[in-house]
T-cell receptor
Framework: LAKTTQPISMDSYEGQEVNITCSHN???????ITWYQQFPSQGPRFIIQ?????VTNEVASLFIPADRKSSTLSLPRVSLSDTAVYYC????????????WGAGTKLIIKP | DAGVIQSPRHEVTEMGQEVTLRCKPI?????LFWYRQTMMRGLELLIY????????DSGMPEDRFSAKMPNASFSTLKIQPSEPRDSAVYFC????????????FGSGTQLSVL
């Protein structure tokens, strides 16, 4: 299973766009990239998933370059409520259950 | 749907006591996961059920831990006897066969063993 590397923490300000990059050099051909968000005292919540190029939903965008060895989660115009830990995971689309959760990126949004 | 429901939210107990954590997955989901989260080790998978059958319990720390899923709408994680090092947040998550990649987590049980 591919391991991921993310920054331990990031700071930004309200209204800014935040980009969190995840490195996954050993990603396999059938691996998808998934991001989760975790607020204090809550379980992780699915944000977005992609395989290549760009995916966008109502919450975020996910950019994946052609070599797929990294990915960038983009949060547009963040607010204080976006302060959370963000996890990047890679796994086969139909993997049964083995997801490797790293330490995630603690994002702190300041007023 | 109310989401994945876990109880209790908080549990404080003394070393040696039995602890039972409960989980109600989202209706229709066929996979259930128990995770443990600590500052030191992050999120660790304890056990995975598919269609109520335990598929992989290799993450269960030791024989003091046991998990059951008697039906599709209920699962328990039991620790007997509990030890201070078991203190952690325990999460239950479920997954729908049609959205295979998306896990839905409960709010967790904060366990403190004194």
């Amino acid at each position: 299973l591919a391991k991921t590397t993310q920054p331990i923490s990031m700071d930004s300000y309200e209204g800014q766009e935040v980009n969190i990059t995840c490195s996954h050099n050993n990603i396999a051909t059938n691996d998808y990239i998934t991001w989760y968000q975790q607020f204090p005292s809550q379980g992780p919540r699915f944000i977005i998933q992609g395989y290549k190029t760009k995916v966008t939903n109502e919450v975020a965008s996910l950019f994946i370059p052609a070599d797929r060895k990294s990915s960038t989660l983009s949060l547009p115009r963040v607010s204080l409520s976006d302060t959370a830990v963000y996890y990047c995971l890679v796994a086969p689309r139909n993997s049964n259950y083995q997801l490797i959760w790293g330490a995630g990126t603690k994002l702190i949004i300041k007023p | 749907d109310a989401g994945v429901i876990q109880s209790p939210r908080h549990e404080v107990t003394e070393m040696g006591q039995e602890v039972t954590l409960r989980c109600k997955p989202i209706s229709g989901h066929n996979s259930l996961f128990w995770y443990r989260q600590t500052m030191m080790r992050g999120l660790e998978l304890l056990i995975y059920f598919n269609n109520n059958v335990p598929i992989d319990d290799s993450g269960m720390p030791e024989d003091r831990f046991s998990a059951k899923m008697p039906n599709a709408s209920f699962s328990t994680l039991k620790i007997q006897p509990s030890e201070p090092r078991d203190s952690a947040v325990y999460f239950c998550a479920s997954r729908d066969r049609s959205t295979n990649e998306k896990l839905f987590f409960g709010s967790g049980t904060q366990l403190s063993v004194l």
